[in-house]
């Protein structure tokens, strides 16, 4: 069999190894269960149009099933976004370590959590990871049995709000709409914040465009040294 054909079919294995769901909470301490105030897909595959309204919160090819639960988390801790290839998939199988790219985490301050789409304006991001001295933010939050640390601002208002956790593979980015993105929406309470920050907010979809150069981008390409630009907006900090 030629090198070529050989590639293609690990390639093809990586994909579907390489799905990943953000499943899990944990919150002050407390781990909920899966699917616990998350609307998770009964499917593991990414969303690759950008332009798409299910880039707000998944969906379809991935239906996700709606929560009727709300986490309570205190300003100014961290939280955990815990990843895993399947709902059933346990600290080991968190996505595959081949599917490398940026990590995002983002908020936005809804009336209903249960209810609000997440569609639209009002978003803000609150963490992000990217490339640095060779190694991908995916890799990290691999290699930390799947949490995704995310600090919640401390200066942000008192109230309900959907987050949104994010990690990007971009080992096919090198094409228009390659980049896989993988997101749920986890809704929260927030109680213990001072109200005093003032986020810029951005709408999703429109956070990100399909030609943003952290998107269309051959990382195969790139060295330990090389830079890489994270989609969207900057973190809004306090």
Known sequence: MKPSVLLAGVASASVASGHTIFSQLTADGKTYAVSYG??????????????????????????????????????GSNV????????????????????KGPVMAYLKKVTDAKTDSGVG????????????????????????Q?????????????GQYLLRAEMVALHGARSTNGAQLYMECAQIEV???TGTGK????????????????????????KTTSAYVIPGPPVFTC
């Open 146 to 158: 799947g949490n995704q640390v995310i600090t919640i601002p401390k200066c942000i208002a008192n």
């Open 199 to 222: 986020p810029k907010t951005s709408s999703i979809p429109g956070v990100y465009k399909t030609n943003d150069p952290g998107l269309l981008i051959d990382i195969y390409s790139m």
């Open 121 to 144: 304006d009002g978003w803000f991001k609150i963490q992000e990871g990217g490339y640095t001295n060779g190694k991908w933010a995916t890799n990290v939050v691999i290699d930390n």
């Open 191 to 193: 109680t213990g914040g």
């Open 80 to 99: 955990s976004a815990v990843w895993r290839h399947t709902l059933q998939s346990g600290p080991n199988d968190v996505m595959d370590p081949g599917h």
């Open 38 to 75: 998350i609307r998770t897909p009964s499917y593991d595959g990414p969303q690759t149009d950008v332009n798409a309204k299910n880039m707000a919160c998944n969906g379809a090819p991935n239906p996700t099933t709606p929560s009727d639960k709300i986490i309570p988390v205190t300003a």
